[in-house]
C-alpha cells in the first residue's frame, strides 16, 4: 500500500523581498519627487509667462500708437494708458498666482522694455504658492527666470 500525502506549503513574502520592494519603492521616490517639483513649479511660472507675453502685446500696440514705449509701476497694469498713473489696461483679476500687483515694466535702451512678474507681490488667492518666483521678459520675448539664485541667462 502506498501513503500519498502532500505537504502543506505557506505562501507567503519573506522578509528579504519585501525588503527588496521597498528599497525599489525608495529610489523610485528619490528620482521621481525632484522631477515633479520641478515641473509644477514650471506650471504656476507659466501664468505668470502668459501675463508677460500678455504685457508685451500690449506695449507693442502702445507703441504703433506713441513711438514710445510705457514704464508701469506694479500695481498699475490694468490702468487705462491715459489715465494717472499710466497703465496698459490689462486685466489679471482672475489669475491664480500673479495678479496686476505682481507686473511692472521698466524701460530698457536695448530692447525697448523689460516686463517683470513677481510672485511675492502679488495678492493672488494662491500667490504664496508662488512668493519666491520671478520671471522677466524683455521687448525681443527673450524670458529669464530667478528661484531664489538670481536670474537666470536670457531665453
Do not use: C, H
Amino acid at each position: 500500500m502506498r501513503l500519498l500525502y502532500s505537504r502543506s506549503r505557506v505562501a507567503g513574502v519573506t522578509l528579504i523581498e519585501l525588503m527588496v520592494v521597498v528599497i525599489i519603492v525608495a529610489i523610485l521616490a528619490a528620482v521621481a519627487v525632484p522631477i515633479y517639483l520641478a515641473q509644477t513649479r514650471r506650471a504656476k511660472m507659466s501664468e505668470g509667462i502668459t501675463g508677460l507675453g500678455s504685457i508685451r502685446t500690449a506695449e507693442q500696440i502702445y507703441y504703433s500708437e506713441r513711438n514710445v514705449y510705457l514704464a508701469v509701476a506694479a500695481g498699475n497694469i490694468g490702468n487705462d494708458p491715459s489715465a494717472t498713473p499710466p497703465g496698459l489696461g490689462l486685466d489679471f483679476t482672475k489669475n491664480t498666482y500673479f495678479d496686476e500687483d505682481a507686473f511692472a515694466v521698466v524701460l530698457d535702451a536695448p530692447t525697448g522694455f523689460i516686463s517683470t512678474a513677481t510672485g511675492s507681490a502679488s495678492g493672488a488667492p494662491r500667490a504664496a504658492d508662488v512668493a519666491s518666483y520671478k520671471a522677466q521678459m524683455n521687448g525681443k520675448g527673450q524670458v529669464r527666470y530667478d528661484w531664489g539664485s538670481g536670474y537666470t541667462n536670457w531665453e
